[in-house]
């Protein structure tokens, strides 16, 4: 009689644990952060950028956005890059070269390596990651090594500059990352 009550007991303490565990669907992405993922790719520090200035082998060449927003282009100098298009940023050059330099530049510009990711919390590898495109918030817990017996898996947070602005968020996991964003895996709550 007294191992069917410990049974009981185990199975009513199982069922009450179960409960615990959040079958609810992951929320939406919040509405006031908004998402910056509909519009072009915009650059930043820690972009690496392919510049090529077609027939002018000297200038082409790969350079980086610095922390104050800016490449380094021989010639010119420094030119603003941070927040523009790679098109808006190639216009940018040509009128530099343009003015003095060059006839009728023909320049291209190309993101050669994107600004990283930051993964914490919840996982069992947090840090700095390598961007790669088509990256979901799921697709970079799996690359952080996947989450901790202790993680919220129903959603992440997510903090992002956009224009100038730091924006954080709750996005569910099938949401894109950009390059620059720091996710963070919350705990679950027993």
């Known amino acids: 009689m ?46 690496k950028l392919r510049v090529t200035v077609f027939e002018q082998a000297s200038l082409s060449n790969t350079y980086s956005v610095d922390q104050a927003g800016y490449i380094s282009f021989p010639l010119i100098g420094n030119v603003p890059a941070r927040g523009l298009t790679t098109q808006e940023l190639a216009g940018s050059i040509a009128k530099g070269l343009r003015a003095g330099y060059l006839r009728n530049p023909d320049v291209s510009v190309e993101v ?42 129903g959603s992440v947070q997510i903090t992002r500059q956009i224009n100038g602005q730091v924006y954080t968020g709750a996005i569910p996991l099938t949401a894109p990352v950009r390059p620059g964003d720091v996710i963070r895996v919350g705990q679950r709550l027993f």
């Open 2 to 47: 007294a191992n069917m009550h410990r049974r009981t007991f185990l199975v009513m303490a199982l069922a009450g644990l179960s409960g615990c565990v959040s079958t609810r669907p992951a929320p939406k992405a919040d509405p006031a952060m908004p998402t910056g993922l509909d519009g072009p790719y915009r650059l930043d520090s820690g972009d």
């Open 112 to 153: 050669d390596t994107y600004r990283p990711f930051f993964i914490m919390g919840e996982v069992r590898n947090p840090g700095q990651y390598t961007y790669v495109n088509g990256l979901t918030a799921q697709t970079a817990i799996a690359i952080a090594g996947g989450f901790t017996a202790r993680a919220s898996e």
